[in-house]
C-alpha cells in the first residue's frame, strides 16, 4: 500500500514557477514509477510526465521544455517542477505511483496560473 500526498500548488502569475510535491508513504517507493497528471475544469485528466523506476522520463508536448520531473528516492518524494507557466496549465495536478497491476493517487493540488 502506497499514499501519496502532493504540495506546493498555488496561484501564481504568467511566466512564473512553481515546484510541487509529492510524497509517500509505505515500502519499496523506488521500485515505482511515478507520473503527474492534471485535470482542468470541465475535461478529463491528462498526463503531464513521468517518470520510471529506472530513470527513463516522458512529457507531454504541451509541457515539454518547461516542466523537469524528478524523484528523490531517500526521501521518498517525486518533485514537479514547473516554469514559463501559462494560463492554461491551470488544473488540479495528481501524483500516481504505479508498479504492474498497482496504481495509487493522491488527492490533488490545485495550480492557478493569472493572465
Known amino acids: 500500500q502506497v499514499q501519496l500526498v502532493e504540495s506546493g500548488g498555488g496561484l501564481v502569475q504568467a511566466g512564473g514557477s512553481l515546484r510541487l510535491s509529492c510524497a509517500a508513504s509505505?515500502?519499496?517507493?523506488?521500485?515505482?514509477?511515478m507520473g503527474w497528471y492534471r485535470q482542468a475544469p470541465g475535461k478529463q485528466r491528462e498526463l503531464v510526465a513521468v517518470?520510471?523506476?529506472?530513470?527513463?522520463?516522458n512529457y507531454a508536448d504541451s509541457v515539454k521544455g518547461r516542466f523537469t520531473i524528478s524523484r528523490d528516492n531517500a526521501k521518498n518524494t517525486v518533485y514537479l517542477q514547473m516554469t514559463s507557466l501559462k494560463p492554461e496549465d491551470t488544473a488540479v495536478y495528481y501524483c500516481k505511483a504505479f508498479l504492474g497491476p498497482r496504481t495509487y493517487w493522491g488527492q490533488g493540488t490545485q495550480v492557478t496560473v493569472s493572465s
Open positions: 517518470l520510471t523506476s529506472g530513470g527513463t522520463t
Open positions: 509505505g515500502s519499496s517507493f523506488s521500485m515505482y514509477n
